[in-house]
């Protein structure tokens, strides 16, 4: 079967850094998106890896390994509209998104 | 520029009632989805449509269908509505299956 996992929920200080991972057990895979929810809203999209390596956008950088089916979310200096769920989607072979579940990031001051 | 919109925003339906969900998105994607989201878990695709005229069954289709009469518009139709049906929807729209998929504000949907 195809799987997701992320922690449940995580807490944070704020300016700190944080690090949330992901794994994934998918039949085949064509990309790994990053997405983040605030409560009550739709998610937005934060990064996407379909190569092994590092994605660094502004505060945020994603890392994909392929090999080892695992990918983090990196978030630097941690703010209080930091607070959300971090959403980790895996593309299979028929380009479906599979979601996980989501990982709920608590900001504490 | 609307991105994707979605209508109602909330409804209260009673068990076996019937109601549509209206998705419209007006950036000539071609793809379009819809995902359902229960409290702390992650989305379930519903259906999804790679252009007009054409849809197919995502991981939890029944009790659901769709049309894709335009590139613009995705309604979904719940017929015989259950408790199990409460939830969030989400509709999303995007350029190709390998890009970023963008959302409307989502339906919540309570059955009773």
């Known amino acids: 079967g195809q799987n997701i996992d992320q922690p449940t929920e995580m807490t944070a200080t704020e300016g700190a850094i944080v690090q949330i991972n992901c794994t994934y057990q998918t039949s085949g895979f064509n990309g790994l998106f990053w997405y983040q929810q605030h409560a009550g809203e739709a998610p937005t999209f934060l990064s996407y890896n379909v190569l092994d390596g590092l994605e660094e956008k502004g505060r945020f950088s994603s890392f994909l390994s392929r090999s080892k089916g695992y990918s983090y979310l990196l978030l630097k200096e941690l703010q209080m509209k930091d607070s959300a769920s971090y959403l980790c989607?895996?593309?299979?072979?028929?380009?479906?998104?599979?979601w996980g579940a989501g990982t709920k990031l608590i900001i504490k001051p | 520029n609307a991105g994707v919109t979605q209508t109602p925003k909330f409804r209260i339906l009673k068990i076996g009632q019937s109601m549509t969900l209206q998705c419209t998105q007006d950036?000539?994607?071609?793809?379009m989805y819809w995902y359902r989201q229960d409290p702390g878990m992650g989305l379930k695709l519903i259906y999804y449509?790679?252009?007009?005229?054409?849809?197919d069954k995502g991981e939890v289709p029944n009790g659901y269908n769709v049309s894709r009469s335009t590139t613009e518009d995705f309604p979904l139709r719940l017929e015989l509505a259950a408790p199990s049906q409460t939830s969030v929807y989400f509709c999303?729209?995007?350029?190709?299956?390998?890009?970023?998929?963008?959302f409307g504000p989502g339906t919540r949907l309570t059955v009773l």
């Open positions: 449509s790679v252009g007009a005229g054409i849809t």
């Open positions: 989607a895996v593309t299979d072979s028929n380009y479906q998104l599979i």
């Open positions: 950036m000539n994607h071609n793809y």
């Open positions: 999303a729209s995007s350029s190709d299956s390998y890009n970023e998929q963008f």
